[in-house]
């Protein structure tokens, strides 16, 4: 194949997502609850990562086998659960970020629910002002907040040497804002309501991915899966 990326069309699209997630390893029963849970529950959830993006970060995290895991944007708390079920072997510290207080008040509810707390910290504020505040090296970071703040964080996480020379591995999400950083005509299943929205996104997340393949200190890979995901790693000294 010499394109990276199937013409599928919307229908085919969802049953490829079905096709994945059923052929891949489920996630935890607890983390299938809470996932069901948040999507009734917030008439947002959409920004919750799907089933298969929980059962990517289990793996992830088994195969990275991180001692400390940075998140940036920790809605319901979804992805910090699938964090923790991935580091069980290592017993990581997982550190996560938010600032909206429904969604800090929902995610300690739920790491109390799960008994999580050994090993969750959740730290309350904007996440540009706490990352300055954050100290020693991750070796797992994964960027899922607002689109517009991406580049900082990045430019941070680097700056700060926050992320670790060795094993390290930062992924950000949501880079391809429902289809529009790549072009206005891309997602016309986008509705009328969010489009704007999406657009002010995918504009200020093409400027960040544009700029961070420039950066000379890491090597960057954009990958066409979910809404597209890129992994940043330090190049060898
Ligand atoms: C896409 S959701 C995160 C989803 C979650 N990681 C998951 O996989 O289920 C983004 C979250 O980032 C939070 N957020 C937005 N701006 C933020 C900021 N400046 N600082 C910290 N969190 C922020 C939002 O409140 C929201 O809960």
Known sequence: MLGSVLPFTEDVADRVGEYCETRSTQIPDALRKHWEYTRGKFSDADKMSSRLQGAWMIFTAKDRKPKRVLEIGCFSGYSALAWYEGTKDTQA??????LSPKMIVASRKAFQEYGVEDRVKLIEGPADQTLKTLTGEFDLIFVDANKDGYENYVKTILDQKLLSP?????ATT??????????P???PWVNDH???YWLNCGQALDGFNTR????PRVHVIVLPVFDGVS???WKES
């Open 185 to 187: 005509d891309c997602a």
């Open 93 to 98: 510290e997982i550190v996560t970020l938010e």
């Open 174 to 183: 949501v880079l391809f804002a429902r289809g529009l950083t790549i072009g």
């Open 166 to 170: 060795t094993a390290s591995f930062c």
């Open 194 to 196: 969010v489009r704007q």
């Open 231 to 233: 992994q940043i790693k």
């Open 212 to 215: 961070l393949v420039q950066d």
